[in-house]
């Protein structure tokens, strides 16, 4: 398998993660989302929990495949948008990095 050409990363830190935005690049170019998606959290699967982060009971979110199928209608527009082929790999590439950098509200503590 080829090296992901999607980076993922949430643009805040520390105790402040809901005041972010996701900035995503493909191949090194920026690519931008609906305002929807651009500044909450993209609900992938994992454990977000700032207290318990090795704890099952705190997985949550949308494995890969049903991510995929519910988003498919943004992610088709923005591929489109961005030049990026519309294909079964670019589509999973765009899902492992922006599940990477995930986050969820309370997952860093800072509203404990």
């Given at each position: 398998?080829?090296?992901?050409?999607?980076?993922a990363?949430?643009?805040?830190?520390?105790?402040?993660?809901?005041?972010?935005?996701?900035?995503?690049?493909?191949?090194?170019?920026?690519?931008?989302?609906?305002?929807?998606?651009?500044?909450?959290?993209?609900?992938?699967?994992?454990?977000f929990?700032?207290?318990?982060?090795?704890?099952?009971?705190?997985?949550?979110g949308?494995?890969?495949?049903?991510?995929?199928?519910q988003?498919?209608?943004?992610?088709?527009?923005?591929?489109?948008?961005?030049?990026?082929?519309?294909?079964?790999?670019?589509?999973?590439?765009?899902?492992?990095?922006?599940?990477?950098?995930?986050?969820?509200?309370?997952?860093?503590?800072g509203?404990?």
């Amino acid at each position: 398998m080829s090296a992901n050409p999607f980076t993922a990363k949430w643009s805040a830190k520390g105790h402040t993660l809901c005041l972010g935005h996701w900035i995503i690049h493909y191949q090194g170019l920026p690519v931008v989302l609906p305002d929807k998606q651009a500044e909450h959290d993209m609900d992938t699967y994992g454990n977000f929990s700032y207290l318990f982060p090795d704890e099952d009971d705190f997985i949550e979110g949308t494995q890969e495949d049903d991510w995929i199928e519910q988003n498919i209608d943004w992610l088709a527009e923005i591929f489109e948008q961005h030049a990026i082929p519309l294909d079964e790999a670019h589509l999973r590439w765009f899902y492992q990095a922006v599940n990477a950098a995930d986050w969820r509200c309370g997952s860093c503590g800072g509203c404990i």
